[in-house]
């Protein structure tokens, strides 16, 4: 079955520091990889997709995440934390039904 | 502006009472979702359609149900048979091709009292 995890709960950083939120995926098939970032009380807004082609996908706030297929992983990264980008974070992945499958969520929290 | 509109954004209703979620949107897309939302446990699927008058149950069906009448309308209603329904309720929708994202509205976050 086509699952998603994210294996941290919470991830703490400094602003001006790199981020990582972690992603791992299964699936059968090529994968169609997402990310999304929701603020409280919000719905969910887009940040980036992974497709096809270039391992390294660019995506909206400064955001990339990088694939990788014999890890079967798609983490999100950002070379330099906002205050701002304080957020709960989703990855999820494309079922055959074309259904999105969500993780359960990771919630980023960037410290002055 | 394109986007999806979810209403009412706060709900309260006592046990036994059913609810219905209005989900409307102007993006001309062809698949419509309904997700519920639990603190720790992600993004759930109630139901989904991928055209009009025609609809999938997703992983949590159960005490829910749906119609989809209009391309732009996919209310949600939440029926006395659901065991547990206070949560925050997302609709969402997309072209209906496996590389489309998904757009979201707002939620709706119902407590039953």
């Known amino acids: 079955a086509q699952s998603v995890a994210q294996p941290e709960d919470q991830v703490n950083v400094a602003e001006g520091n790199p981020l990582t939120v972690k992603c791992t995926y299964s699936v059968s098939g090529n994968p169609y990889l997402f990310w999304y970032v929701q603020y409280p009380n919000r719905g969910l807004q887009f940040l980036l997709k992974y497709i096809t082609g270039d391992n390294l996908v660019k995506g909206s706030y400064g955001f990339e995440a990088e694939f990788n297929k014999s890890q079967t992983s798609f983490h999100l990264k950002k070379p330099s934390a906002l205050v701002s980008d304080s957020a709960l974070y989703f990855c999820?992945?494309?079922?055959?039904?074309?259904?999105?499958?969500f993780g359960q969520g990771t919630e980023l929290s960037v410290k002055p | 502006d394109g986007g999806i509109t979810q209403s009412p954004k706060y709900l309260f209703r006592k046990e036994g009472q059913n609810v219905t979620l209005s989900c409307e949107q102007n993006l001309n897309h062809d698949a419509m979702y309904w997700y519920r939302q639990d603190p720790g446990q992600g993004l759930r699927l109630i139901y989904y359609?991928?055209?009009?008058?025609?609809?999938q149950k997703g992983d949590i069906a159960e005490g829910y149900s749906v119609s989809r009448e209009k391309k732009e309308s996919f209310p949600l209603t939440v029926t006395s048979a659901q065991k547990n329904p206070t949560a925050f309720y997302l609709c969402a929708s997309d072209h209906g091709g496996e590389a489309g994202e998904l757009f979201f509205g707002e939620g709706s976050r119902l407590t039953v009292l």
């Open positions: 359609s991928q055209i009009v008058n025609d609809f």
């Open positions: 999820a992945v494309r079922d055959r039904r074309r259904k999105l499958i």
